[in-house]
C-alpha cells in the first residue's frame, strides 16, 4: 500500500469530510437506515439458502474499532465464534481507543499487507478508513462495513438501524410520560453517522407529543467520565429534567453514577445503547432504566456469514439488518444470556 498513513494524515488535516471523494462511481452514498436495497438477517437463509462453505485458504481481515469497549469485543467475539464454526482463518486488530484513527489506519495497512482475501471494519468515523476501502476495491478484496460509522461508498453494511435506536427509547418516553417533560441527549462522537441517527430518531419520534422538550443535547464522546460531568451540568441548569438519552452505554452508566451520588436516580429515567453486560447489571438492580441493545456478538457472527455469502457470489443485498430490542427491568432476563446461538435463536422468533 502506498504511503497509505500519511495519506490519511493530509486527508484528515485538510477536513475533507466536507467533501467526500466518491471512490464507486457506481454507488451512492449509503444511508442504512433508509436505504431501499436492504435484508433482514432472519431473511438472509429464507432467501440465499444456508451460509455456503469458505473458499479454501479464505483469510478475513477485521478492523475492530476499539479494545477497550465491551460492545466492540463483543463484535469481536461474534467474528471470533463464527470463524471457529466455519472453520476460516480470521485475524482481528484493534485501535487503541476510539478517538485513533491512525491506529486504525495502521491496521488496515497491515491486513492489506498480509493479502487478506475479505475486511471486516467497523470505522471510528465516517471518513476514517476512506483510504483502505479505496485500496480494498481497487484490489477487489470485499470490504464489509459492520455498524456505527458508515463508510459512504462501502457496497456491504451489516448492522442495526441507528434512527431505530433512538426512536425504539423516544417511544418509551411517549408511553411512560403522556404529559410530556424536559428530557436531554448526551450524543456519541461527532462525524459518526450512528450519533446523527440515533439523535434524529429520538428527536423526531418525540415530537409527536409537544409537551416533550429537549433542553440540551451535548458531546459525550462515548465516554464514561464525559458522561459523568455533562449530567451533573444537565441536572444542575434543568432541574426538573424527566429522562436523559445517552448514546451508548457507557456514557448511560455515567450518567446513573453522577445522578446515584445526587439522590436523582428515582425521579429522571436513563437509557443507553448498545446492551453491554454492566447495563444488564445496572438494570437488574434498578438504575439503568434501559437500553437498546444491538446485540453485537450476533452482529460478529451474522458478519462473518455475509463475507461467505459475498465469497461464494451471491447478490445480496448492500444492507443486512440486524436485530435490536429495547431491553428493561421487564424483560432483561430473557437476553441476559449470551450464547450466540441461543440469542440467533430467541431472536428469530
Known sequence: ?????????LFVASLVFTSLTA?????????????????????????????PDFPKDTFIGAIVKTANIPFWNSINKGYEFMAQKMGVKLESLAAKNEDDPLGQLDIAETLLAKNVTAILASP?????????????LSAKIPFVNVSDAVVPQTRYFVGGMHYRNGMDVAEWFLEKYPHGGEVAVIEGLPLVYATTQRSRGFINTLKKNHDFKIVEKVCGNWAFEDAKKLTEEIISKH????????????????????????????????FGTDGISPAYESIAKGELTGTVDSFP?????????????????????RVVVTPQKLIT???FKTFQNRDIYYLMAELAK
Open 1 to 9: 500500500m502506498k504511503n497509505l498513513k500519511t495519506g490519511l494524515k
Open 23 to 51: 471512490f464507486s462511481a457506481e454507488l451512492t452514498d449509503l444511508s442504512p437506515d433508509t436505504e431501499a436495497d436492504r435484508i433482514s438477517w432472519i431473511k438472509l437463509e429464507q432467501k440465499y439458502g444456508k451460509a
Open 124 to 136: 471510528q468515523t465516517d471518513v476514517t478508513l476512506q483510504l483502505p476501502f479505496e485500496e480494498s
Open 239 to 270: 432541574p426538573n429534567v424527566i429522562g436523559i438519552y445517552c448514546h451508548n452505554d457507557v456514557m448511560a452508566l455515567g450518567a446513573v453514577e453522577t445522578l446515584k451520588k445526587k439522590n436523582r436516580l428515582g425521579s429522571i429515567s436513563v
Open 297 to 317: 456478538e450476533v452482529t460478529g457472527a451474522i458478519a462473518v456469514q455475509v463475507v461467505a455469502r459475498i465469497l461464494k457470489g451471491q447478490m445480496i443485498p
Open 329 to 331: 427491568k421487564s424483560n
